[in-house]
């Protein structure tokens, strides 16, 4: 009885382990990509070409440095983050009110209103670029830091507003009702009860919405031309079709530097993203 | 009653209305009326003064070949990010969430990378691995016999929108295995119990348990990819340019085209804005609605 017993479990284990090593070679193919760019990058341009999957015998980090200088990456690192981070904070301070508001006081026609709010979700940008970018004209914030963020922030509010909404709609009235017959305004309950209550809502929020204001290519390409403005998205189509494509390792090097601070950010913080993809984009 | 009590918290009101429907008329609610009047004039983008010319932009696109090859396009680009990323990342996240693997929560962070990677960044990475002759495809496929299969990916006129569809499912199916994973992961588990003790076997409690319960969430992830299939940009700009002779244009990439980077005709690309708001707007407003009415239902306030 004993014996079979753990026999089963052994055999339960090779089959998983068999299971596991499967998917674990797909994952690598699936990858791949990724990992034959990173080899790419470490090897000189004769050596790509004459064996092109092998790992290089001696690394050669040149390609990181001249592509490094070519692309002047720490300029467009710096515009990348600046960007991302100004802008998702900003869109972030702009829906914690309104997500406040929407839940827990009493908005006339409150739902439409709601939805207006959410239509900058799911709508293609090519359907009010032009017009945008007349706005932007008028408003001097074309070739504009102040421009893109501001942008950002307003695009980046509906999906901050559905993760705070989705959030706070489970904390019960109550809570709130009880530190205002304390004393509390509302602000004072906005301040010290709501956004402490949101905080994990904010850090998902922030990192998701970061990460695709990082990703995002239209607005940058068409609102910003000044060089010294360009985030990487806009800057890194400079190895590509150009002076570059006869060197394999530059645009490989290139690809691997722009990648490393988000590969980072997701290994250390997937949780928190899945929770803030999930809540933003489905939950309902 | 209701004035009284918005007065009282007018601060929330202001912060909380006031402040984002102004922003939100200046830079989007403005932008997408204006389109639709941009849409019937000649405007050139940079004269103050320009003509309304009714249904002149309208009657070019139905005579623009360029139209109907975008739009057709789009189309194959909808079903086939559909069925590579949509379909095959479900049947990726059950498999992840099946009992018989180790490790999964490392797969999925694997899966998930490349959905990190902005599509241009992915586009000049493909670019490197596509190149003819010396990219890494090529080789690979000489490695393992199947020489014969090689071809210049993103030049030929008849593979060349494949060939970027396939990448755009490679970098996209992240978000919808990560969606139907969360999901699977919230489906009771007394539900799969139940079945078992019916007699159900695994199929049929994939079938008639899981994707029942994936019913919301499939809808979020469905809408989201055509969306997405539709307004596509990135991928096209970086990679091929539309070409070789109008293979791979899309109308978001054409309506590009047209207003800022040749034609500046900007009345023409707001006419082909308004094309795409019209195909977008069925799935958007199902995405909008659908889902984030019921939001706000939990507090009646």
């Known amino acids: 009885m004993d014996r079979n017993g753990s026999l089963k479990i052994n055999s339960v284990k090779i089959y998983k382990a068999i299971c596991t090593s499967i998917m674990l070679l797909f994952s690598l193919i699936w990858i791949s990509p990724i990992l034959l760019t990173l080899i790419t990058s470490i090897k000189t341009d004769k050596d790509v070409i004459t064996n092109p999957f092998s790992l290089p015998i001696y690394p050669v980090f040149q390609a990181y440095s001249a592509a490094w200088n070519v692309l002047q990456i720490d300029k467009l690192l710096f515009n990348s983050m600046f960007y991302s981070f100004a802008g998702t904070a900003l869109a972030i301070i702009l829906a914690i009110f309104p997500a406040y508001l929407f839940t827990k006081f009493y908005v006339p026609a409150g739902n439409l209103l709601f939805v207006i709010l959410l239509v900058g979700l799911a709508i293609p940008q090519q359907t009010f670029i032009i017009p945008l970018y007349d706005v932007m004209r008028n408003f001097k914030l074309l070739d504009n830091r102040l421009g893109i963020i501001i942008v950002h922030a307003v695009f980046g509010l509906p999906f901050e507003l559905l993760i705070f909404v989705s959030f706070l709609s489970n904390i019960p009235n109550e809570l709130l009702d009880s530190a205002r017959i304390d004393g509390g305004s509302n602000l004072g309950i906005l301040r010290y009860i709501i956004v402490p209550l949101l905080s994990p809502a904010i850090a998902a929020g922030f990192l998701v919405n970061s990460i695709g204001v990082w990703k995002e290519y239209f607005f940058a390409l068409i609102f910003l031309n000044k060089p010294d403005l360009m985030p990487m998205t806009v800057g890194i189509t400079q190895v590509i079709g150009g002076k570059y494509t006869s060197a394999w390792s530059i645009p490989a090097a290139a690809v691997i530097i722009s990648q490393i601070p988000l590969f980072i950010t997701v290994m250390l913080a997937y949780r928190w993203i899945k929770e803030g993809i999930f809540s933003g984009a489905v939950k309902g | 009653m209701i004035w009284h009590k918005i007065r009282q918290n007018w601060i929330i009101y202001l912060l909380g209305i006031l402040i984002p429907f102004v922003l939100w008329g200046c830079f989007i609610g403005w932008p997408l009326i204006y389109n639709i009047y941009l849409s019937f004039t000649d405007w050139n983008g940079f004269t103050t003064d320009f003509n309304f010319v009714g249904l002149d932009n ?179 700009a970086v990679m091929t340019i539309g070409g070789p002779f109008g293979a791979t244009n899309v109308l978001g990439h054409y309506m590009y085209t047209v207003s800022f980077r040749t034609g500046n005709q900007f009345g023409y690309g707001a006419s082909i804005g308004v094309l795409i708001l019209l195909l977008s707007s069925i799935f958007s407003l199902i995405y909008i609605r659908y889902y984030k009415g019921a939001v706000l239902h939990g507090s009646e306030r």
């Open chain 2, 58 to 236: 309208y009657h070019e696109m139905l005579d623009d070949p360029f139209i109907l090859k975008c739009l057709l396009n789009n189309v194959k680009w909808v079903i086939g990010s559909l069925l590579l990323a949509d379909i095959l990342g479900f049947f990726l996240a059950v498999t992840l969430h099946s009992k018989k693997l180790y490790f999964t929560s490392i797969f999925r962070v694997l899966f998930f990378l490349p959905y990190t990677m902005p599509l241009v960044t992915v586009g000049v990475m493909f670019s490197l691995l596509l190149s003819p002759g010396f990219g890494a495809l090529d080789k690979i496929l000489e490695l393992i016999g199947l020489g014969g299969l090689i071809r210049p990916w993103l030049g030929d006129y008849n593979t060349a929108l494949y060939t970027l569809i396939t990448i755009f499912s490679w970098a996209y199916i992240g978000f919808p295995l990560m969606l139907f994973h969360t999901g699977i992961n919230q489906i009771p588990g007394e539900l799969y119990e139940a079945a078992a003790l019916e007699g159900a076997r695994p199929i049929q409690s994939l079938w008639y348990v899981t994707i029942p319960m994936m019913r919301s969430v499939s809808i979020g992830v469905v809408t989201l990819t055509v969306i997405e299939g539709i307004k596509m940009f990135d991928l096209v």
